[in-house]
């Protein structure tokens, strides 16, 4: 593998089997990953978008080393993770959201200083570094705190500072940001971005549900769906290829459900609707400005009533919505997370 490439992955799949309760006790297959390929350069902020169940998780954990694939091959810092994974471990952090890590009966300063050891860190350098990085996520005057005490939100804060705390040399965020205030989220963000400058010879792989995150952080993402990566690219250039088709943002009165109206129409990329109190808010991709016609007469002759309308520039979750079809709530029938 090339020495500048971080992360690999070559045709990588992963199956889970699970058996149904039965009296034939007949096995079940769930694909989680179906052949996915992709290389993450060093020193990118490299993404990876999908609806729940579409193989972000299973992809960390596999690179990570907790997982092993079914089929294909995976690399971090040129070291097979299947193969050996030991060494490969020597190369990685990972923070996961909602993590639950942590002895209970150990001060947050306490809990930190553990870890750092497992790492061989020196002290003073593992207790400066600590108080850094506490001050960073606001739980500065948390270090002397007993975990068992800490809230969801601050715990999480923790394991950010955990994952930071070796300086690894890749490092995986799965959903790191889970749980969190908007102002927390907004520091940590901030200091990703800054970390990387500081550090243009790490990287970092990221998952996340907030689509203006991954728009703010990654050079790339790609956007993956029942196993399989379906786009790859800069956000900016994903965003300008959905250019040439018309996004709208139209809130309609009178319909509890505009679905089956807009369903007959012609042009209708895609289309998504969120329930206000008193109407109807969809966005849609149209395959041009004449369907837009067409759409707003279907709605009228449907008992629908306009009530704003608005053409906007497309956004992440715009390309997000156009190459899988839904959003990141709707099920989308695949296998793990």
Not at 229 to 244: E, F, H, S, T, Y
């Amino acid at each position: 593998m090339k020495s500048d490439v971080a992360i690999r992955t070559e045709e990588l799949r992963r199956v889970f089997r699970t058996r149904k309760r039965e009296a034939k006790k007949q096995k079940r297959e769930i694909v989680a990953l179906d052949g996915i390929s992709f290389e993450v350069p060093r020193g990118e902020l490299f993404g990876v978008l999908g609806p729940n169940g579409a193989g972000k998780t299973t992809t960390i954990k596999i690179l990570a080393t907790l997982l092993t694939p079914s089929s294909g091959r995976a690399w971090v810092a040129g070291v097979d993770v299947a193969a050996d994974p030991k060494a490969a471990r020597h190369h990685i952090g990972m923070v996961s959201g909602g993590e639950t890590s942590g002895y209970g009966l150990l001060t947050v300063e306490e809990n930190l200083w553990m870890f750092s050891q497992f790492y061989g860190m020196d002290t003073r350098v593992a207790r400066a570094r600590i108080r850094e990085l506490l001050a960073v996520v606001g739980l500065g005057d948390r270090a002397r705190t007993k975990i068992y005490h800490l809230s969801t939100g601050m715990r999480q804060k923790m394991n950010f500072v955990r994952g930071f705390l070796t300086e690894p040399e890749i490092l995986f965020l799965d959903e790191p940001t889970l749980g969190l205030d908007v102002q927390t989220a907004r520091s940590l963000r901030g200091f990703v971005s800054n970390w990387l400058v500081e550090h243009p010879d790490r990287t970092i792989l990221l998952t996340t549900h907030a689509m203006h995150e991954a728009d703010e952080l990654c050079g790339r993402v790609a956007i993956i769906d029942k196993g399989r990566i379906l786009a790859c690219d800069a956000p900016a250039n994903l965003k300008r290829a959905l250019k040439r088709e018309a996004i709208v943002r139209l809130r309609i009165g009178g319909l509890e459900d505009v679905r089956p109206v807009v369903a007959g129409v012609p042009g209708v990329s895609r289309f998504t609707q969120t329930a206000c109190d008193d109407s109807v808010e969809a966005d849609l991709i149209l395959s041009s400005d004449a369907a837009l016609t067409s759409l707003l007469a279907a709605l009228e002759a449907g008992g629908g009533t306009l009530l704003a309308l608005e053409k906007r520039e497309p956004t992440l979750e715009d390309v997000f919505l156009d190459v899988v079809g839904h959003g990141f709530e709707e099920p989308n029938g695949g296998g793990a997370a």
